[in-house]
C-alpha cells in the first residue's frame, strides 16, 4: 500500500487551521490506532514530536492533530510507554499496531525484554501486529541494529524502522505509516482487539494451571542423587512417577510458576498502590524527595501503610535498622495483623468443647489484606528510587549491616539486574589475621566493589521448615539479623518482590582472637526456591567459592537431581544441609559435605559450618569481585545505562592521568595551586595583623610577594585534570554531571583508600609508641626521633589524602588567584569566572562546599562569596538558619548530622573533615509554615585536638575554629564525647570563650550539648549528676574565659541564654556492638531524632539570617580572627551597611522635618514683618508641624517593621526614633528663637515705626503739594532739582533732634583693644600685617610660639639627651648588646617634632601641637557663642564687646600655661585674639547694619526718597490718586515679591539638590566621599589642609561650590525652572489678592482703607508689605479701576521678575548652600586621634556607638613621625593597630601603650573603634606621593628612613585614587 501525504479528495473536507478541533471528533472512527510501548528513554515527547506531543498515560483513544496535519487522517495515538497498567490498555475499538520503540545501544535487550513482556500480557497473537522502532540520537547510525535483532526468533525485518529520537523529521514519520499501512493490509485489515487479547490469555492460564498441578505433585516426591547414601523402598515409585510426570511435562512449558503472570503483576502493582508508589516506578524517587528539613521520623506505631514507604526510607536514612520493621497502625478491617487469636462464641459441652478445640476447619478470613511484607517494602523501594538513591539506601543498609541485593529480577520483564552502580560507593575496613610464626594483623581498607573475597552462596532446593537465613545469620553475626528470615518481626507468608533476588553481605573480621573467620568472606543468599531461579542460581554456583544447599531431603527426584549433579561433580566445595537427617558433617569425598538438620540447635550446625567453610577456604579457592558482574552473559549491569556511562567516561578520562602515580604526588603534579603555594599565601596573609618595625614598608612587601604568589597560581593552574574537569563541569547536562561527580568520588576514594589505610595504622603504631614514651616522664633521644618520625608519617597523610574536595578546593584557589589578577581568560576551557555558577549549583543541589581549608587553617573569603552570590542570584537572598556543630575529633559530628538531615559529609576515620564544609538544605512544605526561613545551612567543621595537627597547632587554631563557627551559626550543637570530665576542659573552655567573643560583638547565638557516647542515658538520677557537673563545668570555664577576655561574668548564662535541663542531650553509643560488624544502635537514632526535635523547637523561635547576611558574617568574623584582639577588631559588614542606609532614611526624614519648618517660618516671619503677629508660641509651632511629624512616625514605624533588617534594626529603633523627636523639638525651638529675635528687632524699631506713619503721611503730602504748585509751570528737566530742594528741607525738619547712628570700624577697634589690654602698638601692627592669625588654625606647628624652657626644664632635657646618647652608645656595638639595641629600634613611639630648627623646641611633641591647635579651636568656639548672646542687631555694638572678649582669650591663655611645662609669647595671645576678632567680625558687622537700618530715621528717610519723588512726579502729570496709589503698590510689591520669590527658590532649590544631587543625597559617608572627589580635582593642597585641620569647614565651602555649580553652570536651567515657577506662583497670589480686595470693598462699600486692609491680608503669610498710608487716597471710590491700574503697572514687574538672575538670591535671608549646610553639616566631626581621619557617623551625637570611619589614612597626612628624628610615618592606623608598635597617648608621658590597646590610653582614644585591615584606601596613598614635597615643607620632616614611601604606592594615580573613593565609600 503506497502513503502519501497528500489530502484525499474523497475523504471528508477539513480546514488545516482546525486540525486539533478535527482530529478530537469523537463522532470520527480512526483509520487507524496506534500503542506505543517501550522504554520511556527512547523517545523525546515535546511540542515538535509529530508521533507524541503529550507526556500522559492515556486509555482514550485521541486523534493526533500533527499526524492529522501531516497527512489528513485521523489516527489514534496511545501512549503506554514505561510500565503501564495493562487493564487500562483501549482495546475497544482494536489496535492496528504495537510500536515497539527500543534506544539504539541498547536495543537488543530491550526488544527481548519487552517482547517477552507483551506475549505474556496479550499472547503469541500480538506479534502479527508489531512494529519495531530503533530510535537513535540524530548524529547517530543504526549500523549493526538489524542484524542483531534478526538473531530473535520473534523478529520480523519488513516490520522494521528506524527514527530519531525528537521524531521531528516528516520523512521518517512518513514512512513509518508506510510500513505500518502495509502490515494492516497483511493482516486483512484487522486490529488486536479485547477479544483477542481474552483468548490468549486464557490459553495462557490454562497451560500454566496444569503446569502447576504437574509441580505440585513433583516437588513432594524425594530423591536420592548420592550413590553412597542407602536408598529406602520408595525407590522404584519415585522413579515410575518421575517417568510419569516427566511425560506430562513435556507437553508444556517448563516455567514453574504458582500463578499467572498477570495475577503476579496484578499483585505487584497492588503493592506498589498499597504503599503509594504506584505512580514511582516511572517518575523515580530521588535523593532530592528527602534532602529537605522535615518533621522528626514518627514512631512506628504512627504510621500508616500509605506512608511506609516513606518512613522505611527515612528511618534508613537516619540509621535506624528498625526500618525494616515498621508497625503499621491499623486503619483498614481488610488488612490483618498479627494479632491475638479469635475466641469462639460457642457455649456447648466439654466434649463439643474438646471437638471445638480438635476442629481444624475453624475458618479465619482468608479474605483478609495480610500488611505488606517488610522486604517487600524494602524492594518496591529500590525499584521506585533513581539511581542515586539506590546508591544512598544501599549505602545506609550496608551501614545497618545488612544484606545488600546482588541480583535483582525486574518486576515486569523478569530481567536479572545486577546493581553494581548502587555499591559503588560502600568502603569497609577491617583487619586481617596471618596466622604465620606469630599473629599478624594487617589493616585493609577499599570500596567493596573491589575487594576479593572467597564467596560462599545459600540456595534453597524444594521446600523446608528450617530457615536458610536465620542459618547464615548465626555464621555473620548471631546477635544481628543480616538476612531477613521468617522469624523475623513483621514477616509474613506472602510476599511479592524477593523470590529470584540474591543478596550479599560480608563478614568483615576485626583482628580479634574470636573473630569467626580471619579475613573477609562475602555469603550470597539467594531467596526463594532455587529450582525456580535457574539464572540466578547458575550465576551464584559460577561466582562461587563454596556452595552451600538446603535440601528436605535426598531422595531422588527429577527437580533437583540435574542441579544436584552438577554441583556433586564441580570442583568447587559443596555442603548440602539435609533437613531430614540428624547427622553431624561428613566429608563424603574431599571438598563433599552433608550435615544433618533434623533435631539439632542451630548454634551446633552454624559452628560446624564455620568449620567446614575454614577448612575449604584454607586451601586453594576461587575469589570473588563484584566488579567482575559486569561480565556475566544474561545479568543487565545498572552503570551500564548510557547517561551513567558517559559520567564514567568523562571521570575516567580524568582518572587516567593519575594511574601508576604515587598517591602523595598527585596534588602536587595536578591541583599546584592549593599546595605549597596556598599555604605560603595563607602564611604571609596572617602575618600582616602582626607587624613589626617599619610596618608599611614590610607590609607593601608581603602584599607584593602576595600577589606574585598569585601570578605564580594562574600560571601553573592549566593542569590537564582540571581542565578536563571543569571541562565536564561545564558542557554535561544536569543528570550526567551528577554521574560525572559520583564516578569522580568513588574513582578518587578507589585510588586513596587502601594508601591512607596503611598509613593510618602505621600513623596509630607510632602514636602509641609516643605515648609509652611519654609516659616515663623523660626525655630521650628516642621519643625526639619517633616524635619526628610521627610527624613525618602526619604529612605523609596528608598528602595522600585526596579526594573530591581539593579539586574543588582547586577550582577555588585557581578563582582567587585569577580574580585577584583581574583577568578574564577567553578560553573556555580554564574559564575560571564560570566556577562560582558551577559550585552554586552543586551547593544548591545538596554537595557540601568547603567554608574553610583544614589544611591551610584559612578561609578562601573571595571564593565563599562569590559561590554564595552565585547562589543568591540562582535561588534569591533567601533565609537560612545557621547550624554549626563543635568538638573534639571522631566525636561522631558528620556522623550525627548525616543521621538527622540525610547528608553526606565525609564519616571514616581515614577521612575525618578537614576544616569546615556548609550544606545548604530546603525546609520541607509540610513545616515551612512553623518556620520562618527556607533552608537550614549546616556547617560541619574538623575535630578539636585533632591528633595529627598536635605537633604543628595549638589551642590558637581551635580557638580560632570555635569562634568561626559559633559566630556563624544561629545555633552550635556542642559534641561531647565520652564521660570524662578532663577531657572535657579544653573543649569546654575553647566554646566558651567563644560564645563569650560573640556575646561582646553583640552576635546571639544558641547552643545545644550533645554528650555522645554515654552508656547509661536511661538512669535519670545519673544524668541529672551529669548535668549538674557540666553547668559547674561551664561556670568554671567561664570564669577562667573572663579573665582572658576581660569580661564581667559569673556563670555561663550571663554569656548565653542557656537551660541546663533543656540545652542537653544525652546520646547513646553509635553502634550496637563492636565494628566493623556492629550495627547503629536503635537508641542512638531516637536520640538524633529527639535533638532534632529540639533544634527545630528552638529554630521556630528565630528568623534566621539571610544568604547576603551569612556570606558578610564569613568576611567579617574572618577578618576579625586574624586579629589578636577578636572583639575589637570584629567589624560586622552587613550590620554597618544596614546602618548606613538607615542614615540615609534618617537625612530623608530630618530633611522633611527641617523643609516643612523652613515653609512655616518664612510664612511667620512674612506676619511678623508685616505686623501681623507679635508672638509666636512653642505649642503654635509644634501645632502647625503635628501632620507632617505623624507622618515621620509612620514612616519610621513601616521601616523598622517591613524590612527584612528588622532584627538588625531593632538595636537602633529607640535611638533614632528619640534622635528625630529631639530635632522635630530642636527645630521648632530653633525658629521660635529666630522668631523671637525679628519680634525683639521689631518692638526694638517702634519708635521709630511709630514715626514712620507720620513721615510718610508728610513726604506724600509735601510731595502732592509741590507737585499741584509746580504743575504746568516747571519743566520735566527742573522737576529733579526742585524736589531734591524741598526734600532736604523736608528731611531737616522731620529729622530734628534725631542723631544719627555711626557706622563701626572694627579694624581700629581690634587695635584698641588689645593696646588697652597693654600690647605694644608695634606688636600689634606686626602681627596684623602678617596675616598669619587668619590661618592659626591650620599651622603645621605652633613652635615659633613657644618660649625656651625654664632652666630646670633644660636640666630635663639634657638628662634626657644624655639617655639618648647612652642608647646610640648601645647601637653602635654587637654582641651582648644586640637584643637591647633591637629592643630600642622597636621602642621608637611615633610623636610629632616641632618644624622649628631651634634646638631648644626640638622635643615639642605632635601632642602638644594638637593641644594647641584644640585650644585655639575651644577659644574660637567659646567666644563666638559668647559675642552672639549680645543684642548687636537690637542695640548696635559696643567696644566693651570687643574688649571682654580679648579679655578672654587672655584669660584662657594664662590658663592654659598654667598647665604646661611651656609658656606662649605675646605674639600667640595677640595671633590668637586677631584671629577671634576676625572670626567675629562678620556677624558684628551684619547685626550692627540691620541695628542701623532699623533704627536711625535719616537711613529711613533716604530709603524713601526715590518712592516719594516718583509719586511727586505721578501728580505732577496729572495722575489721579488711584494711578498713584496703584504704582505706590506696586512699588511695594516689586520688592517683597522678589524677596518672596527669592527665599521659597532658595528652599526648593535646597530640597531639589537634597534629592537629586549625588553628594548631598545620601548620608555623612555620602558627603565625605565626594568632598574627598573635589578635593582630589581639584588638586590643591591649601583645601587638602584645611580639610584635614578643620574638616567641617572644608565640607561647607564644598557644599557651596557645589551649589553655585549648580545654579549658574551644571543644572542652571533647571534652577532658573523652580524661580519661574515660583514667580507665576507669586503673580497668581497677588492677582488672586487684587480680586478679593476689590470684590469684598464693593460688596462692603468700603473705601481705601478696607481695601488695603484687605488686600494686605490675602498676602500677608507670603509678601512682606510697607505700610502704606492711605490717608492721602480716601478720595479714590473707583476700585476697579484701581484694580486695573495695579494689574498694568504688574505687568513689567512680572517680566522683570522672569529675567530675574538667580545670583539675586544671596542678597536675601534665605541662601540654599547655608540650609543644606544646617542639614548635611548637623553630624559628627569628631576625628581620629591618630590620623585625622572625620568620623562619618550622620547622628552628632551617636553614643553609646564608637567614633568610626571605612578607612583611615597614613599618620603623615597629619604631621606624625618618629621620635627624635625628622622621619615621618607613613603608617595607616589600621595597621598600626594590628602591629606590636606603641605609642605615646601625650607629648611628655614616658609611658608608651601598645598599639593594639589603644583604647586605654585615655578618653580621646576610647570612644574610637579602630579595626584592623590589611586593605588602605588608594586615594590616600596617592595624596602622599603626590604632595609629598608639601608635606615636607609644611610639618618641616622628611619621608625617609622608616618612613620612606613604598615603591608601591607611587604607581597609584589620580584616576585610581577617585575611584577607590567609589569602591570603598559605597553605602
Not at 330 to 342: I, N
Not at 1244 to 1263: G, H, I, M, R, V
Not at 1597 to 1604: A, L
Amino acid at each position: 500500500m503506497e502513503f502519501d501525504p497528500v489530502e484525499d479528495p474523497h475523504e471528508p473536507q477539513h480546514s488545516v487551521t482546525k486540525s486539533a478541533s478535527a482530529a478530537s471528533n469523537n463522532t470520527v472512527i480512526p483509520e487507524l490506532t496506534l500503542l506505543l510501548t517501550g522504554d520511556r528513554n527512547s523517545i523525546e515527547i515535546g511540542t515538535k514530536n509529530i508521533l507524541l506531543d503529550h507526556d500522559d498515560q492515556t486509555n482514550v483513544e485521541q486523534f493526533s492533530a500533527k499526524l492529522y496535519d501531516l497527512c489528513g487522517r485521523h489516527i489514534s495515538v496511545i501512549n503506554m510507554l514505561g510500565l503501564p497498567n495493562i487493564d487500562r490498555v483501549p482495546l475497544n475499538q482494536g489496535i492496528h499496531a504495537f510500536l515497539l520503540l527500543v534506544p539504539y545501544g541498547q536495543h537488543n535487550s530491550h526488544y527481548k525484554s519487552r517482547v517477552q513482556w507483551l506475549e505474556k500480557t496479550f499472547g503469541r497473537g500480538f506479534l502479527s501486529y508489531l512494529m519495531t522502532v530503533v530510535t537513535h540520537e540524530s548524529n547517530e547510525k543504526c549500523e549493526g541494529a538489524l542484524a542483531d535483532l534478526k538473531a530473535n526468533s520473534s523478529f520480523a525485518e519488513k516490520r522494521y524502522h528506524t527514527c530519531t529520537r525528537t521524531m521531528t523529521d516528516e520523512k521518517e514519520i512518513v514512512s513509518l505509516l508506510e510500513k505500518i499501512d502495509v502490515m494492516v493490509s497483511e493482516n486483512n485489515d484487522q486490529s488486536y482487539s479485547r477479544l483477542t487479547c481474552v483468548q490468549n490469555k486464557d490459553q495462557k492460564e490454562h497451560l500454566d494451571h496444569n503446569s502447576y498441578k504437574e509441580e505440585s505433585v513433583g516437588t513432594e516426591e524425594e530423591i536420592d542423587i548420592s550413590t553412597e547414601v542407602t536408598s529406602g523402598p520408595s525407590e522404584t515409585k519415585g522413579k515410575e512417577e518421575e517417568i510419569e510426570i516427566s511425560t506430562e511435562v513435556t507437553s508444556g512449558p517448563s516455567e514453574t510458576k504458582c500463578k499467572g503472570t498477570v495475577d503476579v503483576e496484578k499483585e505487584i502493582e497492588t503493592l506498589l498502590s498499597r504503599l503509594h508508589l504506584q505512580d514511582k516506578l516511572q517518575q523515580k524517587l530521588s535523593p532530592a524527595d528527602f534532602l529537605k528539613i522535615g518533621p522528626p521520623v514518627k514512631p512506628s506505631n504512627d504510621t500508616c501503610e500509605q506512608e511506609l514507604a516513606y518512613t522505611f526510607l527515612q528511618k534508613l536514612l537516619a540509621l535506624d535498622y528498625r526500618a525494616r520493621h515498621i508497625l503499621v497502625k491499623q486503619e483498614s478491617p481488610e488488612v490483618s495483623h498479627p494479632q491475638s487469636a479469635p475466641v469462639s462464641d460457642s457455649t456447648d459441652t466439654d466434649d463439643s468443647d474438646s471437638d471445638e478445640f480438635f476442629n481444624t476447619d475453624e475458618d479465619s478470613d482468608q479474605s483478609k489484606q495480610t500488611h505488606a511484607h517488610p522486604m517487600d517494602v524494602q524492594m518496591a523501594v529500590f525499584h521506585c528510587s533513581d539511581s542515586f538513591l539506590k546508591q544512598d539506601m544501599i549505602k545506609k543498609l550496608s551501614q545497618c549491616q545488612y544484606a545488600l541485593p546482588l541480583l535483582v529480577p525486574d518486576p515486569v520483564t523478569m530481567d536479572i539486574e545486577c546493581p553494581l552502580w548502587t555499591l559503588r560507593q560502600i568502603i569497609k575496613t577491617w583487619k586481617v589475621t596471618e596466622i604465620k610464626d606469630k599473629d599478624t594483623i594487617t589493616m585493609k581498607s577499599m570500596p567493596i566493589c573491589k575487594a576479593e573475597t572467597p564467596m560462599v552462596s545459600f540456595f534453597r532446593l524444594g521446600s523446608l521448615s528450617q530457615s536458610k537465613s536465620h542459618l547464615m545469620n548465626s555464621l555473620i553475626n548471631d546477635t544481628h539479623s543480616t538476612f531477613f528470615h521468617r522469624n523475623c518481626k513483621g514477616s509474613t507468608k506472602s510476599r511479592h518482590l524477593m523470590d529470584g533476588v540474591a543478596e550479599i553481605a560480608w563478614y568483615f573480621p576485626a583482628g580479634n582472637p574470636n573473630d569467626s573467620f580471619t579475613d573477609c568472606i562475602a555469603f550470597c543468599n539467594l531467596h526463594g526456591d532455587a529450582l525456580t531461579t535457574e539464572k540466578q542460581r547458575e550465576i551464584l554456583i559460577d561466582k562461587s567459592s563454596v556452595n552451600v544447599v538446603f535440601v528436605p531431603t535426598l531422595t531422588r527426584t527429577q527437580k533437583n537431581t540435574a542441579v544436584l549433579s552438577a554441583l556433586h561433580k564441580s570442583t568447587k566445595p559443596l555442603i548440602i544441609l539435609v533437613a531430614d537427617k540428624d547427622c553431624g558433617g561428613v566429608e563424603k569425598k574431599p571438598g563433599k559435605y552433608i550435615v544433618g538438620l533434623k533435631e539439632r540447635s542451630q548454634s551446633d550446625v552454624a559452628e560446624e559450618l564455620k568449620m567446614i567453610i575454614k577448612k575449604t577456604l584454607s586451601g586453594p579457592h576461587t575469589s570473588f569481585q563484584l566488579e567482575s558482574m559486569s561480565k556475566v552473559s544474561g545479568v543487565r549491569v545498572d552503570e551500564d545505562d548510557p547517561v551513567c556511562q558517559k559520567g564514567k567516561s568523562a571521570a575516567m578520562k580524568i582518572l587516567n592521568l593519575l594511574q601508576g602515580m604515587d598517591i602523595s604526588k598527585i596534588k602536587d603534579n595536578f591541583l599546584p595551586c592549593q599546595g605549597n603555594l596556598w599555604h605560603e599565601w595563607c602564611r604571609i596573609k596572617k602575618e600582616l595583623y602582626h607587624l613589626q618595625g617599619n610596618i608599611e614598608k614590610e607590609k607593601s612587601q608581603k602584599e607584593q610577594a602576595l600577589t606574585q604568589i598569585r601570578q605564580e597560581q594562574c600560571s601553573v593552574s592549566h593542569t590537564e585534570l582540571m581542565k578536563s574537569f571543569t571541562e565536564s563541569l561545564l558542557s554535561l547536562p544536569s543528570t550526567d554531571k551528577e554521574y560525572f561527580l559520583k564516578w569522580m568520588q568513588i574513582l578518587i576514594d578507589a585510588l586513596s583508600t587502601d594508601d591512607l589505610a596503611s598509613i593510618l595504622q602505621r600513623y596509630d603504631e607510632k602514636w602509641s609508641e609516643v605515648l609509652a614514651l611519654k609516659r616515663k616522664h623523660e626525655k630521650s633521644p628516642l621519643l625526639d626521633s619517633k616524635q619526628n618520625e610521627l610527624e613525618q608519617i602526619s604529612k605523609e597523610l596528608q598528602s595522600a589524602t585526596f579526594g573530591l574536595e581539593h579539586i574543588f578546593r582547586e577550582m577555588g584557589q585557581i578563582y582567587e588567584a585569577h580574580k585577584s589578577q583581574k583577568k578574564q581568560t577567553h578560553n573556555r576551557q580554564t574559564d575560571w569566572s564560570k566556577y562560582p555558577e558551577l559550585a552554586a549549583d552543586l551547593m544548591i543541589s545538596g554537595h557540601p562546599m568547603e567554608l574553610m581549608d583544614g589544611d591551610a587553617g584559612y578561609a578562601p573569603l573571595t571564593w565563599i562569596s562569590s559561590v554564595l552570590e552565585e547562589v543568591i542570584r540562582k535561588l534569591g537572598d533567601q533565609t537560612v538558619f545557621v547550624l554549626s556543630v563543635l568538638g573534639v575529633q571522631s566525636s561522631g559530628k558528620s556522623t550525627m548530622l548525616n543521621a538527622m538531615f540525610g547528608l553526606q559529609f565525609a564519616v571514616s576515620a581515614g577521612r575525618c573533615t578537614k576544616g569546615a564544609f556548609m550544606q545548604l538544605i530546603k525546609v520541607s512544605e509540610e513545616i515551612r509554615n512553623d518556620l520562618k526561613f527556607d533552608y537550614f545551612l549546616v556547617v560541619d567543621t574538623e575535630g578539636l585536638r585533632a591528633l595529627e595537627l598536635a605537633s604543628n597547632t595549638t589551642t590558637h587554631h581551635d580557638n580560632e575554629l570555635s569562634t568561626f563557627v559559633v559566630g556563624l551559626g544561629n545555633m552550635t550543637l556542642i559534641n561531647i564525647f565520652g564521660e570524662n570530665p578532663a577531657e572535657m576542659q579544653d573543649v569546654l573552655q575553647i566554646v566558651v570563650q567563644a560564645f563569650m567573643r560573640m556575646k561582646k560583638v553583640k552576635l546571639s547565638p544558641s547552643c545545644v550539648f550533645v554528650h555522645q557516647n554515654v552508656s547509661d542515658i536511661g538512669a535519670a538520677e545519673k544524668n541529672m549528676d551529669g548535668k549538674r557537673r557540666l553547668q559547674e563545668k561551664l561556670d568554671d570555664m567561664t570564669q577562667l574565659a573572663a579573665k582572658e577576655e576581660q569580661c564581667d561574668v559569673k556563670c555561663f548564662s550571663d554569656v548565653i541564654a542557656f537551660d541546663v535541663q533543656k540545652d542537653v542531650k544525652y546520646f547513646s553509643h553509635l553502634w550496637q556492638g563492636s565494628p566493623p560488624m556492629a550495627p547503629p544502635n536503635p537508641r542512638y537514632s531516637e536520640n538524633v531524632q529527639e535533638l532534632k526535635h529540639i533544634i527545630l523547637s528552638k529554630a521556630s523561635q528565630s528568623s534566621g539570617i539571610t544568604l547576603s547576611y551569612f556570606k558578610s558574617k564569613i568576611q567579617d568574623l574572618w577578618n576579625a580572627l586574624m586579629n589578636e584582639q577578636f572583639v575589637f577588631s570584629f567589624k560586622n559588614t552587613l550590620e554597618i551597611a544596614v546602618y548606613r542606609k538607615l542614615e540615609v532614611q534618617y537625612a530623608t526624614w530630618t530633611w522633611t522635618l527641617r523643609s516643612n519648618m523652613l515653609t512655616i517660618e518664612n510664612q511667620l516671619y512674612t506676619r511678623i514683618e508685616n505686623g501681623k503677629l507679635d508672638r509666636v508660641e512653642n505649642s503654635y509651632l509644634f501645632t502647625e508641624m503635628s501632620k507632617t511629624f505623624e507622618k515621620i512616625k509612620k514612616d519610621m514605624n513601616l521601616y523598622f517593621e517591613d524590612k527584612r533588617d528588622k532584627d538588625m534594626l531593632v538595636q537602633w529603633r529607640g535611638r533614632f526614633e528619640q534622635k528625630i523627636k529631639e530635632f522635630h523639638e530642636e527645630q521648632v525651638k530653633g525658629v521660635k528663637k529666630t522668631l523671637d529675635e525679628v519680634i525683639q528687632q521689631k518692638k526694638a524699631c517702634k519708635e521709630l515705626d511709630d514715626k514712620k506713619t507720620d513721615f510718610e503721611n508728610k513726604l506724600l503730602q509735601k510731595s502732592k503739594e509741590l507737585a499741584h504748585r509746580l504743575k504746568d509751570k516747571a519743566k520735566e528737566e527742573e522737576l529733579k532739582s526742585q524736589f531734591n530742594t524741598v526734600w532736604g528741607e523736608l528731611v531737616r525738619e522731620l529729622s530734628a533732634g534725631i542723631k544719627p547712628i555711626e557706622d563701626i570700624n572694627l579694624e581700629e577697634d581690634h587695635k584698641r583693644v588689645l593696646n588697652e589690654l597693654g600690647f605694644e602698638w608695634g606688636l600689634i601692627k606686626g602681627c596684623k600685617d602678617s596675616n598669619r592669625y587668619q590661618v592659626l588654625s591650620k599651622l603645621g606647628h605652633y613652635s615659633d610660639y613657644v618660649n625656651q624652657k625654664t632652666q630646670r626644664d633644660l636640666s630635663e632635657e639634657r638628662h634626657q639627651s644624655h639617655e639618648s646618647k647612652k642608647e646610640n652608645k648601645y647601637t653602635g656595638k654587637q654582641g651582648t648588646n644586640v637584643f637591647k639595641r633591637a629592643f630600642n629600634y622597636f621602642k621608637q613611639k611615633i610623636t610629632i617634632v616641632p618644624t622649628t630648627q631651634q634646638k631648644g623646641n626640638r622635643d615639642f611633641s605632635h601632642e602638644q601641637h594638637e593641644q594647641i591647635r584644640s585650644f585655639i579651636s575651644q577659644v574660637e568656639q567659646q567666644s563666638l557663642e559668647e559675642i552672639q548672646t549680645k543684642p548687636v542687631a537690637t542695640r548696635g555694638c559696643r567696644s566693651t564687646y570687643l574688649l571682654e572678649m580679648a579679655q578672654n582669650v587672655q584669660t584662657k591663655v594664662t590658663d592654659f600655661e598654667s598647665q604646661k611645662p611651656y609658656t606662649l609669647r605675646k605674639e600667640f595671645t595677640v595671633d590668637l585674639s586677631l584671629y577671634v576678632f576676625d572670626r567675629a567680625g562678620r556677624w558684628l558687622s551684619q547685626s550692627h547694619e540691620t541695628y542701623r537700618k532699623n533704627n536711625d530715621a535719616l537711613t529711613y528717610l533716604e530709603s524713601k526718597k526715590d518712592q516719594c519723588y516718583s509719586i511727586f512726579r505721578s501728580f505732577w502729570k496729572g495722575n489721579s490718586s488711584a494711578v498713584v496709589f496703584g504704582e505706590m503698590i506696586c512699588e511695594n510689591l516689586k520688592v517683597s515679591a522678589v524677596q518672596a520669590v527669592c527665599n521659597k527658590t532658595a528652599i526648593d532649590l535646597a530640597g531639589e539638590m537634597r534629592c537629586s544631587f549625588p553628594a548631598f543625597s545620601g548620608n555623612r559617608l555620602n558627603l565625605e566621599k565626594h568632598v574627598l572627589k573635589s578635593l582630589a580635582e581639584k588638586e590643591d593642597f591649601k583645601s587638602f589642609i584645611t580639610y584635614i585641620r578643620d574638616p567641617r569647614s572644608q565640607a561647607e565651602n564644598f557644599i557651596k561650590d557645589e551649589v553655585h555649580k549648580y545654579m549658574f553652570r551644571e543644572q542652571s536651567h533647571k534652577a532658573q525652572n523652580i524661580l519661574k515657577k515660583n514667580v507665576d506662583d507669586i503673580s497668581e497670589l497677588v492677582s488672586q489678592a487684587l480680586f478679593t480686595a476689590t470684590q469684598e470693598v464693593k460688596t462692603q462699600k468700603g473705601g481705601t482703607d478696607m481695601w488695603m486692609a484687605q488686600f494686605s491680608s490675602v498676602l500677608k503669610d507670603k509678601l512682606t508689605l510697607d505700610t502704606i498710608s492711605c490717608q492721602n487716597f480716601r478720595d479714590i471710590n473707583n476700585f476697579d479701576f484701581l484694580k486695573e491700574e495695579i494689574e498694568k503697572g504688574l505687568v513689567p514687574i512680572k517680566t522683570e521678575m522672569s529675567r530675574l538672575s538667580l545670583d539675586k538670591m544671596k542678597d536675601f535671608r534665605l541662601q540654599p548652600d547655608q540650609i543644606l549646610i544646617d542639614q548635611l553639616c548637623r553630624c559628627c566631626w569628631v576625628t581620629c586621634p591618630f590620623c585625622g581621619a572625620v568620623c562619618t557617623n550622620t547622628l552628632e551625637d551617636h553614643s553609646p556607638d564608637d567614633h568610626n570611619v571605612p578607612f583611615h589614612r597614613s599618620a603623615s597626612v597629619k604631621g606624625w613621625h618618629y621620635r627624635n628624628t625628622v622621619e615621618m610615618s607613613v603608617n595607616f592606623c589600621t595597621t598600626n593597630v594590628s602591629s606590636d608598635n606603641s605609642f605615646y597617648p601625650d607629648g611628655v608621658s614616658e609611658v608608651s601603650v601598645p598599639f593594639k590597646q589603644y583604647r586605654t590610653a585615655g578618653p580621646r582614644f576610647a570612644n574610637w573603634r579602630i579595626t584592623p585591615d590589611e586593605s588602605k584606601l588608594t586615594y590616600w596613598t596617592w595624596f602622599l606621593c603626590r604632595f609629598q614635597q608639601e608635606l615636607e615643607n609644611y610639618y618641616g620632616r622628611k619621608f625617609k628612613g622608616r618612613g620612606k614611601i613604598p615603591s608601591q604606592w607611587r604607581t597609584h594615580t589620580k584616576q585610581q585614587a577617585i575611584e577607590s573613593l567609589d569602591e570603598s565609600y559605597s553605602e
